[in-house]
């Protein structure tokens, strides 16, 4: 689990240094088929959102979903196993 943990973190912060943190006000919670990703760095919150089918290849949101989907599968299947 440390490595699936490690590349969740890796991945999301190539995302956080390039997206810059928010500074409006706080959004509505996405619709249906839309998917957000949100990031709290140092008190302050950063985060994407769009299409939960455009995420997935969007060649910085996709990695993210990607390693989260794989922890959570590693977490469960482990869980089920106990």
Sequence with gaps: ???LVANLFQHSINVVTKIGPWD???MA???AGMARLSFLVSGQLYFGQGP???FFQDPMAG??????????????????AQ
């Design 29 to 31: 919670p996405p619709t």
């Design 1 to 3: 689990s440390n490595q």
């Design 24 to 26: 409006g006000a706080r």
């Design 63 to 80: 990695p993210v979903l990607s390693a989260a989907l794989e922890l959570m599968q590693y977490l469960t299947t482990r869980h089920a």
């Design 52 to 54: 939960m089918d455009v």
